[in-house]
């Protein structure tokens, strides 16, 4: 019996091979095609049978899926206290004292009215922030476009599911483009920029780090910050990441907007972690490269 995607492609004059059909299937599922308008995904399926680097990227996508468990799960490469010292206990000194704001806030804000108690909870809850992916588009990254695109296709059903904003945010020595999808909902235009976007050069980190805090300012919620960065791994200014200007915005970012950060680099051997400091996870890609 045929699912309503094989229904929905008997629409078009091409024929669909089955490894294609998974494919779509899971570009369906993690994008949630299915809450996109008919006409929308028949403009999708349409770009999906043009777009070899889609359809290569899904297929990526498929075959790394022991990765994308791994990314998901938030395991670590690299154990936070090698990276931060006392990275443990200041995680959890900034956990209590976001905790204590909390708290004083809700006891602000009940009220009392004879022996009855007004708590506000939904104040207390902590409503999910959002998932920023910085991602390297430079010359030495070109050949790890796709299979790095590939792993951010997942992260679309990760918002969704959490009703995060996704953020992305190719970079090379500056921004020129960024792209937003709210509550990791779909928006065709610049899902397609976003997979035909391409860059030369070199990478500079410290620009895009700046471009995230601003991200942050605007967003101004008390909520936990998901910052994902892909990265070839030897920024031209990662000297500077130690610097004490950059130590002093970065524990801020960590301090003020909860802000997370986990490194994807593309080869271990390339990746300083006395630079990358400030990451809580790491992540290398050297066996799907292979």
């Known amino acids: 019996m045929k699912d309503a995607i094989e229904t929905f492609i008997e629409q078009f004059d091409q024929q669909m091979s089955n490894e294609q059909l998974d494919y779509l299937r899971f570009l369906y599922k993690n994008l949630h095609l299915e809450e996109l308008s008919e006409g929308e995904q028949?403009?999708?399926?349409?770009?999906?049978?043009?777009?070899?680097?889609l359809r290569n990227m899904a297929a990526f996508a498929l075959e790394l899926a022991d990765i994308m468990h791994e990314i998901r799960e938030n395991i670590p490469a690299i154990e936070k206290a090698e990276r931060l010292a006392n990275g443990h206990e200041q995680y959890l000194y900034y956990e209590r004292k976001w905790s204590e704001l909390r708290r004083q806030k809700l006891k602000q804000q009940t009220t009392k009215s004879g022996n009855i108690f007004y708590?506000?909870?939904?104040e207390y809850q902590q409503e999910p922030g959002p998932m920023i992916i910085c991602l390297e588009q430079t010359t030495g990254m070109a050949a790890y476009s796709d299979l790095c695109k590939s792993m951010?296709?997942?992260?679309f059903m990760n918002a969704h599911r959490e009703g995060r904003d996704l953020y992305i945010v190719p970079y090379d020595r500056?921004?020129?483009v960024h792209y937003r999808f709210e509550n990791g909902h779909l928006n065709l235009a610049d899902f397609k920029s976003f997979i035909e976007y391409k860059a030369q050069g070199e990478a500079a980190i410290l620009p895009v780090l700046q471009f995230v805090k601003a991200l942050l300012q605007e967003n101004q919620l008390d909520a936990e910050a998901d910052v994902i960065i892909f990265t070839?791994?030897?920024p031209i200014d990662g000297q500077h990441l130690v610097t004490k200007q950059a130590r002093t915005m970065l524990e801020e970012m960590k301090r003020k907007y909860h802000a997370e950060f986990s490194v994807i680099a593309m080869h271990e051997h390339n990746f300083n972690k006395q630079q990358f400091w400030f990451a809580n996870k790491a992540f290398f890609a050297d066996d799907a490269i292979q």
């Open 42 to 53: 028949h403009y999708f399926i349409d770009y999906f049978f043009k777009s070899e680097p």
């Open 152 to 155: 951010i296709l997942p992260l």
């Open 119 to 122: 708590v506000p909870f939904h």
């Open 174 to 176: 500056q921004i020129h």
């Open 232 to 234: 070839e791994g030897a």
